[in-house]
């Protein structure tokens, strides 16, 4: 970039600094997006939904010609990083990756945000669950599990309270089992847990764990899908066992309701055109997750709705 | 270890590749920048380069996030020592023995301490990264959170230590910091506290914004009171610009090598990282370090011991992200992102499919170290005679910094107005001799205790105990309970002996 295009181009910046300072109104009718568009991931480096993140912004910039910084708020099961983009202006320049275990907070009353809050512009990615033990743990198989937590409480570790983690937990605690969510919302500490023997079982997704599973230090004991995964030819499903308890971990980008539609919508099909890349096929069988995650944002919102009721169904009655 | 050192070659000319040797250059005038802006710290840092390195090869990215963290370890230091404007949160420590040798002239002299202690620091630390990779990572294993508690609140205890002349004082303030970092949503059950009703606040108060509020604005209006005619520093060209000489460095290398060792494990942790780290090592040296007396007033361990501990954490926290595929550092868990991006699953695989990754990032570790300290030591002069302009003018640009990072922690222009208003309390504090750091450190490390005592009780069932009854939490928080008793002895003590005497007195 040599000087004077240096310098058109801090012209340009200023000039956007300035319309998106002066009015609001104005900005609705300028070209979107026509400056960075800041990109959240409510949790930490490193997991599942900063990968997605980091998978989707590149793509997402070819297709939007503006650059999407990716920046991680951790904490409360994501809540934290969900109020981030909240409390910043429905103009589209603020979008979040949301996913099933903030979803899951919804049940209690207590949130300070409802669903009707944000608007999904897509689902990208949906994965099975499982729980792993530590392979040199002295539990081997789901029978071990069971036998043992009926003679004394095992730690799981679990991203947080409520979480779909939690319900699983909650799930089994209804058919006997001594199982204590223990949450650690940073994964390098979810993970150090069970390696370090802290936490006896963990919850997680599979494709969030794959260096481990590649390295034998983790492998599953039951995988939380209709179908036994063929990498995994040995391990159950949690349906053969006689626990049909499927909530499917998803990943969606979200943005702030009160966005105008056509920014939402411009932001969609940056989307359907990233989920349609080979790129991000092979990143989905890289994740062991479901080839056909994607969901468009007019399908988003009852798949919500319905993973929503499912949930609930697994909710401890209050 | 011929294996090691064969691949160590490897991975040394890798780094120089032109192109790489240029990645390091950048990521080390990078990493400067980003240390020495309060605000913007090292780890957002790395985060807004990540994006850039999306369509390089593996090895420069990794090779330029790397130098990034190396030097972003290392020049929040000069902003300690010169404005008393901490460019990082791990530089807090460095304000009461850093800024108070610049007060009596050797600014120059506390840089050459700080240079040699990342020099050292980041050189042994990388030493041990390469050799003992395998068998320290287990120790990471064996840290939990009660470890994670004790660690910091052996932090926290420090406080004591660092108080200055009233303990209450340091407490009172240490408790009002605790009380700020409880602002916003809790982060183990999401209950919103202290927010009455703001969304803004519902966000929590950024440490940032405390932080560079208490200090630089702070000292600004102090500045502002006397007319910007605080007392004169010494002339500073009285004193040469110089690197410690060899036998003062010797006299310390208990302190050295008590901080190195203290940064390698901190930096091992998952979770903790240089700041961490460098209160630690502070806190440790003013308890048992041999001149802890006067720790505080100007001497040169205070500026080793935070600063060796934190450039060695950068090794430590390498360990586990390659050994184990688990940073051990906000930075290291931007640089596993970098590893998948790139297709690449760190963990002990690693070793053996892609030894040369590897190895170029060891061998950047010690390039980037001794590259930066090259630009350090050039920088140093230059930045001395910065002392020399008008304070006021200083001041301006002090606050402008200040109003910037503010800013730049969350694009909010609440926080600017939280910082103007921490400013104010900062010089409140100071105006009636409680000390900030304390206020500062509860801010910090607040959260982080917080949320790995509440983990430990819920997996320990609510049994308290456990702090004290594990291997290694146990003894920190004996060392911990012991720093917080330790004044109130000497207290009891010095009463003791101050009867006798008297008593004495009146016998004869």
């Known amino acids: ?318 | 270890m011929e294996g090691i050192l064969t691949n160590l070659a490897v991975g040394f000319g890798q780094v120089f590749q032109p192109v790489n040797f240029l990645m390091l250059v950048i990521g080390i005038i990078l990493g400067l920048l980003v240390a020495v802006l309060p605000g913007l710290t090292l780890v957002m840092g790395v985060v807004l380069a990540l994006p850039f390195t999306y369509s390089m090869d593996v090895i420069p990215a990794i090779i330029l996030l790397t130098a990034m963290y190396v030097s972003g370890t290392y020049a929040g230091a000069w902003t300690s020592i010169l404005f008393r404007v901490p460019g990082e949160p791990m530089d807090v420590p460095l304000l009461w023995d850093g800024y108070a040798m610049a007060r009596k002239g050797q600014a120059a002299y506390a840089l050459g301490w700080t240079l040699l202690s990342a020099l050292f620091g980041g050189l042994v630390a990388a030493t041990v990264m390469v050799l003992l990779a395998q068998p320290i990572a287990r120790i990471a294993l064996t840290f939990s959170t009660p470890e994670y508690f004790a660690i910091l609140f052996f932090g926290l205890a420090s406080v004591v230590s660092l108080g200055g002349s009233s303990l209450a004082n340091a407490l009172i303030s240490l408790f009002f910091g605790l009380l700020i970092a409880t602002v916003g949503v809790d982060d183990t059950y999401g209950a919103p506290r202290f927010t009455f009703g703001v969304q803004i606040l519902s966000d929590g108060i950024d440490y940032l914004v405390v932080m560079v509020g208490a200090y630089g604005l702070g000292e600004v209006f102090m500045r502002l009171e006397q007319g910007f005619k605080s007392a004169p520093l010494e002339a500073v060209d009285s004193i040469r610009t110089r690197l410690p000489q060899l036998r003062e460095v010797l006299a310390r290398k208990g302190t050295f090598l008590r901080s190195s060792v203290i940064g390698i494990i901190i930096g091992l942790v998952p979770g903790a990282g240089a700041t961490v780290a460098s209160f630690l090592s502070y806190g440790v040296e003013g308890q048992y370090g041999k001149r802890w007396r006067e720790m505080g007033n100007g001497i040169p361990e205070g500026i080793i011991a935070p600063q060796t501990a934190a450039t060695a954490s950068v090794g430590g926290a390498i360990v586990p992200l390659v050994t184990l595929g688990i940073p051990g550092s906000g930075a290291t868990a931007i640089i596993l992102g970098a590893f998948l991006l790139h297709g690449l699953q760190p963990g002990p695989q690693v070793f053996a499919a892609s030894s040369n990754i590897v190895y170029s990032m060891f061998a950047s570790v010690f390039v980037g170290i001794i590259v930066m300290c090259v630009i350090g030591y050039f920088a140093m002069k230059p930045m001395v005679r910065v002392l020399e302009f008008p304070e006021v003018i200083v001041s301006a640009y002090v606050m402008m910094l200040c109003l910037l990072g503010a800013f730049a922690a969350r694009n909010n222009v609440t926080d600017v107005w939280l910082m103007v208003i921490f400013g104010i309390v900062g010089y409140l504090f100071e105006r009636f001799k409680f000390p900030i750091t304390p206020l500062v450190l509860g801010v910090i490390l607040g959260p982080l205790a917080e949320s790995s005592f509440m983990t430990t009780m819920i997996s320990y069932g609510n049994d308290w105990t456990e702090f004290f009854t594990r291997p290694i939490s146990g003894p920190i928080m004996a060392a911990a309970i012991l720093t917080l008793l330790f004044p109130a002895i000497r207290h009891l003590r010095h009463e003791y002996s101050q009867r006798r005497i008297a008593a004495k007195g009146r016998g004869t």
């Not at chain 1, 000087?3 to 009015?23: D, F, I, M, P, Y």
């Not at chain 1, 009707?116 to 002295?138: H, K, L, T």
């Not at chain 1, 990498?231 to 308890?245: N, R």
Request: glycine share 8%; aromatic share 8%.
């Open chain 1, 1 to 318: 970039m040599n000087c004077t295009e240096l310098k058109q181009r801090s012209l340009q910046v200023g000039v956007a600094l300035l319309l998106g300072l002066t009015s609001l109104a104005v900005t609705a009718q300028e070209k979107y997006p026509s400056r960075p568009i800041e990109f959240i991931v409510p949790w930490g480096p490193g997991g599942g939904a900063d990968q997605l993140a980091r998978k989707a912004a590149p793509l997402m910039e070819k297709e939007l010609k503006v650059s999407l910084p990716v920046i991680n708020v951790a904490g409360a099961t994501g809540q934290t990083g969900l109020n981030k983009m909240l409390t910043s202006p429905a103009d589209g320049y603020s979008i979040s990756i949301f996913i099933a275990d903030t979803l899951a907070l919804q049940m209690e009353s207590g949130t300070n945000w409802k669903l009707d809050d944000i608007v999904p512009a897509a689902i990208m990615i949906r994965q099975p669950s499982a729980f792993f033990v530590a392979e040199n743990s002295p539990l081997k198989t789901w029978k071990d599990v069971e036998a043992e937590a009926k003679k004394r409480p095992l730690k799981v570790g679990v991203t947080g309270f409520g979480s779909a983690d939690d319900l699983h937990v909650i799930y089994f605690n209804g058919k006997g089992l001594k199982l204590i969510s223990v949450p650690f919302p940073k994964p390098s500490e979810r993970y150090i847990a069970i390696l370090g023997g802290h936490a006896d079982l963990l919850y997680e997704q599979l494709g969030d764990v794959r260096s481990f599973l590649d390295g034998k230090q983790m492998r599953p004991v039951v995988i939380f899908a209709d179908q036994r995964f063929p990498a995994f030819k040995d391990v159950p499903t949690g349906k053969e066992l006689g626990h049909s308890i499927i909530i499917n971990q998803f990943r969606a980008v979200a943005m702030k309701r009160g966005t105008d539609p056509q920014r939402v919508k411009a932001i969609s099909d940056a989307l359907a055109k990233v989920a349609a890349s080979e790129e991000f096929k092979a990143y989905l069988k890289d994740q062991y997750a479901d080839e056909n995650s994607y969901i468009p944002a007019s399908g988003a919102v009852d798949f919500m709705k319905h993973e929503f009721d499912t949930m609930k169904k697994y909710a401890p009655k209050k």
